[in-house]
């Protein structure tokens, strides 16, 4: 059951992610911002009794305003939605009221009855990747975020008593973790009114997928009116992770002129340096990206995600050796982040040595084993087998890479090529075996 369950909500998102609107860009991957989002999270799922990182924060390259989860291990959340809310609490706030849906059993249910659901009868083809590799579904439901069509909606849009469900659920996990469930009111506050727009370009999918009436708010603010007295702030460091993860995000989504202009010259701060850093990156100016990100790793030497900034702004200025030993010094001090493996990998496939490809092959199959859900990391992987000589595997893994961003057809191509090259039998054979089956399958049904 559980494999049929994964299987259909792939299915799900990649029959809509045929249909995603040009300005939905897929997910956007950054560990260090992942990781500030967890810190966030951390409280709310203890609370849940979902700790321990059994849930992860991605986020989605939309300027629009939402937030969902397709799956029980996932919280998907728009760019745009981080970028708007103004603090720590108010980013908790909708976390709490996701991680509320998932112990709910909202999604659950959803996913068993998508099986009887004519829009989601297409088998996905990633779901063989996912049921091969580690059984996470959230990168193909992730794609799926930010498209239009009434069978996303349909997936995605929760029923006005699961809100209500939700929101007050979401309330006593932020009461836990000492958070003012205030903030509630101030998330809703955004979206005010917009139920009027249903149907219009003009309202935010959160309004769609989240409905939000009169009622709604005024049961939020009866939440938030009984339980303030009983909330015990906690200094757990999640506006500092807040104010790191916006910082970033909006200097590498906003023009470098932007970000140096709401950015004092004279400050230091963690923040700012960051920001500024990766300003002068996109202008490009090497020497001054390097002379702020330097400033930042004399402050905070033992930060894994400042030595993995640094060696993505040295790599991208072509500076590959010296790019090598920051990522290098980022993997000891975080060798658990999949996603700062596979740029030490990226580095050192850049060199384009003997020692340089093979050490880069081991570190991208360790980060493919912890996170299969990277298209950048299996476009290098592709890279580091055919270096290595091993064409079928190359042929595999961008068989993969191609099925996760929404190329079915060049999926097909490549799983084919991979069949004809690797042993019947063999374990890259099967995952080519798998991807051709569920392709087929997709294809019968539409």
Known sequence: MAKLLRVLVMGFALTVLASLPARAQGLIRDAEIEYALGQLLAPLANAAGLGNGRIKVIMVNDRSLNAFVADGRTIFIHTGLLLKLKTADQVQAVLAHELAHIANGHITRRISNLRNARQSAIAGLVAAIAVGASGNTAAAAGL???????????????????????????????????????????????????????????????????????????????????????????????????????????????????????????????????????????????????????????????????????????????????????????????????????GYGRALLALNTADGNRKALSALESARGRDPYDPRMLRDLAVAYARAGNNGMASVVTAERYALTGRLKDAVVHAKRAEGLLPRGSRGWLRAQDILAVAASSSRKK
């Not at 958070?179 to 809703?188: G, Q």
């Not at 769609?208 to 015990?232: C, K, M, Q, S, W």
């Not at 990206?289 to 640094?310: C, F, G, T």
Request: no cysteine; aromatic share 8%.
């Open 144 to 342: 799926a975020v930010g498209a239009e069509s009434a069978s996303t909606r349909a997936f995605l849009t929760h029923t006005r008593a699961e809100e209500a469900a939700a929101d007050q659920t979401a309330a006593r996990y932020m009461v836990a973790a000492g958070v003012p469930p205030r903030a509630m009111v101030e998330v809703l506050e955004l979206f005010r009114g917009q139920e009027a727009l249903s149907g219009s370009s003009r309202v935010d999918p959160y309004v769609l997928t989240h409905p939000l009436t009169r009622n709604r708010l005024r049961a939020v603010i009866g939440f938030a009116n009984a339980y303030e007295d009983d909330v015990v702030p906690q200094d757990n460091g999640s506006d500092y992770w807040f104010a790191r993860a916006q910082g970033k995000l909006s200097a590498f989504l906003n023009s470098s002129s932007y970000t140096l202009r709401r950015v004092k010259k004279n400050d230091n701060s963690d923040v700012a340096l960051i920001r500024k850093a990766v300003a002068y990156h996109r202008r490009p100016d090497a020497k001054a990206a390097l002379r702020e990100i330097d400033k930042l790793v004399a402050k905070r030497p033992n930060d894994p995600y400042v030595h993995e900034l640094r060696g993505q702004i040295l790599l991208e200025s072509r500076n590959a050796k010296a790019a090598v030993s920051a990522y290098a010094r980022a993997v000891n001090l975080a060798g658990h982040e999949a996603l700062i493996r596979a």
